[in-house]
């Protein structure tokens, strides 16, 4: 697991005492405890999958008897109707888990499969797609791993890794210059600026104030375009805001670095994995 095993195990213990609290009526009333069971995973819908091991971590924790056979890895593709994983353990840990397991594993490789699609659309471009940090609290590590798994970049991961000059940082400022001046000679040599930009007029100001990087936010083609040809390599060029899979090959060849997709982590659609008992 790529993961830290400490903040998985923190995030699961979470999710699984919200889930069971001090008992599982059905579970625990009709299961004997030395019960046991085979069970197996199968995707319900073509993708990318993602979280296994992160999954399989919820039933070790429940039991320390448990024992699994992985046919899949992280950024694997599968397709509807494949088996992903079998594994077996006591009967009541199985139950008691299964939901838990499947919701980090069906959120992640929903996040996988999105991303890959958005990759796949932007292939023979320079743009790189990158998530953003509109992520759900507490699953940040997930979700960020999991668009790695499906072929893309993370953007920051905190407030630490960059510095970024958004609207209100510039407005606050009394403009970009004076904002990029203000936090320049502070800045470690390792931590990259970024400026937020919302027209060419901002572009060139961004420009000319020494950004490392300037985000194009909710532009046009055409006005991005401009940009890549105002910039002209002398920083790194992000467009952002409001890009969907019908626009996405449109904007990567303006000509832009990085694309980033809050949609990647805010609101993906869960990809269909179901769990089944062996009879």
């Known amino acids: 697991m790529q993961l830290p095993l400490f903040y998985v195990d923190d995030l699961i213990k979470n999710a699984l005492a919200e889930d069971i609290s001090y008992l599982d009526t059905t579970t625990d009333y009709m299961i004997a405890p030395e019960a046991r069971n085979k069970a197996y995973l199968v995707a319900k819908a073509d993708g990318v999958v993602c979280g296994l091991d992160v999954a399989m971590r919820v039933f070790e924790l429940l039991d320390d008897t448990f024992e699994k056979e992985l046919f899949k890895k992280d950024g694997d593709r599968v397709q509807k109707g494949e088996r992903i994983a079998s594994y077996t353990g006591r009967t009541r840990a199985l139950l008691k888990g299964e939901r838990t397991a499947l919701n980090l594993l069906q959120h992640m490789s929903g996040i996988a499969t999105a991303t890959a699609e958005a990759v796949e659309l932007v292939k023979g471009t320079r743009a790189a797609i990158t998530d953003t940090r509109k992520t759900l609290p507490g699953m940040r590590s997930l979700q960020k791993y999991a668009v790695t798994m499906g072929g893309g970049k993370n953007h920051r991961f905190n407030l630490s890794d960059g510095a970024m000059l958004k609207d209100n940082h510039i407005d606050a400022a009394g403009g ?75 904007v990567a060849q303006t000509g832009v670095d990085v694309i980033s997709i809050g949609a990647l982590t805010h609101s993906v659609t869960a990809m269909d994995i179901s769990m089944k008992m062996e009879a």
Do not use: F, P, Y
């Open 176 to 250: 970009i210059t004076n904002a990029v001046r203000m936090l320049r000679d502070k800045l470690g040599h390792m931590v990259k600026l970024e400026v937020e930009t919302r027209n060419l007029d901002e572009v060139k100001e961004a420009l000319e104030a020494g950004a490392d990087i300037i985000m194009l936010d909710n532009m046009s083609c055409e006005m991005m375009r401009e940009a890549v040809a105002l910039v002209d390599g002398r920083a790194l060029l992000e467009a952002s805001g409001g890009i969907t899979a019908e626009t996405l090959r449109a």
